[in-house]
Structure formats: C-alpha cells, structure tokens
C-alpha cells in the first residue's frame, strides 16, 4: 500500500463534525454461508441499554453535528434500535442504518423517515420474500439502496432479483461481489459466465427519481491539499482506495476526535481501525477516556472510508 502522491493534507470541510460507526448487535436471523459464525450465534446485546445512554447523552452535548452509521448483525433485531434512532434525531443529528429489512414493513415505515439513508442488504441463500416491497414502500420514505449479494451458488434468483429492483425508480441497486471474510464456512468461487455479468453489471444502478432527504446528513466531506498548495474541494476517498494510496503511516490523524467506532461488545475504539486501546465501554460513561489530540498513525493501510476521509496531515 503506498501514500497518496502529492497530497500533504486531509482536511474536513465543516469542523466539529462527529461520524459514529456503531455496531448495534451481533445477531442475525440469516444463515449465509459467507459471513462467519459469529454472526449466526450472536447474543444481540452485551452492554446495558438503560447506561448505553448516558453515553450518548454525553456525546450529543460535545458535539454540534453527529452522524451515526449503524449496522449490526441485524439492528432491527434489537430492542432498543427504534429508541436509539429517536434519540438521535431528536437531537437534530442524522442517522444512516444497514439493515436486511427482516422486520415487518410496518417496522419500517415507523422509522425511514428519521433516517438519512437505509442500505438494505439481501441475500439470495436467505430470502425473503417480501423483501422487494418492503423496498417499494420504503424507497418513497428516505433515499434507499439495495446492495443485493450476488450468491453463486443462488445464482439465477440473484439475477432474477436484481432485474426485479432495477425497476423501481427511487432505488440504487448495487450487485455486489462476495469475497470471502472472516472465516465463512464457505469459499466463495464464480464460474467465467458469472464473472463476465459481474463485470457486466459492475456499475452501480442509480435511482431515477431520488426520495427527497427529510434531513440532511452532516456534512463529513473533506478537501485534499497538495504539495504545491492547491486544494481538491470534494476529496474522494474511493479514488484512493482505488489506487492502493491509503497508506498514511507517519501522519497525524485525528481519530478518536472525529471518529467513533462502537463494537458490538460496547467497547469504543477512536477508528474503524485497530489502532490503539479502546477508550472505554459505552454502558460506562463516566470512565470514558475521550481524546484530547490528534496522534501519529501507525497503519500501513487505511482500509475505511470513513477513516479516510479524517483530518490529517504529513
């Protein structure tokens, strides 16, 4: 992995911004033998729900703009997820959640319109079967994508279902390549004609007709600066990726300052990244060792958008 050529500088466009990634649960009602088995066996909650929130409490006074991330396991699993995003954008803050929309669709609608966005996830060894009109109604609520798993070895109900959600106008469909992770049961292997509509279809569909956004979410954009001191407004993070330049190993970076990471167990980390200890647990407030500064780095690869796009610089 190698350093961005010819950027010196990350910077936020909007201070005091806060992006949370927060793993809510780590349940799933799903059996897909590409995810590991952890997920299957989970225990959905590990923390106090009734001190969880003194954490958030904290956080909102700290903060003038928080946008959270929330994913799970399934987080629609959990108790506690409809009062969690209540509180949330009660608060004026924005939410962005990953679901597999396994709850009813009245579920759903009670929620949608507090969030910024819903990335739904299906999942073609698992299906359900009323998944496409959750979409339909939910799609009209808050701006939706559908990143649907394209299972090789469910390989015509994958296509079948996409050419199905490629029809409604309000919803990115995004056909998304399974690489193997974490230690799921099964490797994962395309024949040549999948690879080729893989490749094919590689582009994700955009919506036709966008969901007006009932809040917009906080703005984390951020602008690159270059050597030779001009500024890239609208840095993208993807391009970096793309170009394996996200080693910014030797930089300081303000992780744990404008990033969050909560792990399913409770415990808060300052990044997506494994960098240093954990700063405390979210059922325990008041022990909460919040950082103060920003701190060198000492990955060799940034592997998250999210932690891409932070303040930092040489």
């Known amino acids: 992995m190698n ?22 649960n780590n349940i799933c009602d799903r059996a897909c033998a590409y995810c590991p088995p952890k997920l299957h066996n ?9 001190l969880a929130k003194e954490f958030w409490r904290e956080l909102i006074n700290r903060y003038e703009n928080i946008h959270v991330s929330i994913a799970g396991g399934e987080p629609s699993l959990s108790p506690h997820l409809k009062e969690a995003i209540d509180m949330i954008w009660d608060s004026g803050n924005t939410i962005g959640l990953t679901t597999n929309l396994t709850r009813k669709l009245r579920y ?21 079967t009323e998944f496409i009109n959750k979409v339909s109604a939910i799609q009209h609520l808050t701006p939706t994508t559908v990143r649907l798993m394209m299972d090789s070895n469910h390989w015509d109900h994958a296509v079948e279902t996409y ?8 919803t990115r469909v ?18 040549q004609e999948q690879n080729t509509w893989l490749q094919q279809h590689a582009a994700t569909v955009e ?48 992780l744990g300052l404008e990033s969050l990471f909560i792990h399913h167990t409770g415990r808060i980390r300052k990044a997506n990244c494994d960098q240093g200890d954990s700063i405390g647990y979210i059922d325990r407030a008041a022990d909460v060792k919040w950082p103060v500064s920003a701190e060198r780095c000492e990955q060799t690869m940034c592997h998250c958008v999210t932690d891409i796009m932070m303040t930092k610089h040489l």
Not at 4 to 21: G, L, S
Not at 165 to 170: D, E, G
Not at 176 to 184: H, Y
Not at 229 to 242: C, D, E, H, R
Request: hydrophobic letters at 30%; glycine letters at 4%.
């Open 163 to 170: 050419d199905r959600l490629c029809k409604l106008t309000k």
């Open 207 to 254: 919506a036709q007709d966008h969901q007006p956004l009932t809040r917009n979410p906080k703005d984390f954009t951020v602008s690159f600066e270059h050597a030779d001191g001009t500024q890239q407004p609208q840095g993208n993070a993807n391009s970096l990726i793309s170009l394996n330049q996200t080693n910014f190993s030797g930089w300081q970076c303000s």
């Open 174 to 191: 995004e056909p998304v390549r399974i690489l193997d992770w974490e230690n799921g049961s099964n490797p994962h292997t395309y024949t």
């Open 108 to 128: 759903f609608e009670s929620i949608a319109d507090k969030c910024s966005y819903i990335g739904a996830s299906y999942h073609p060894s698992s299906p359900d």
């Open 42 to 50: 989970g225990s959905n909650h590990n923390y106090k729900w009734d």
């Open 3 to 24: 350093p961005p050529e010819d950027i010196i500088a990350i910077k936020r466009n909007v201070p005091n911004v806060m992006v949370v990634t927060w793993v809510i």
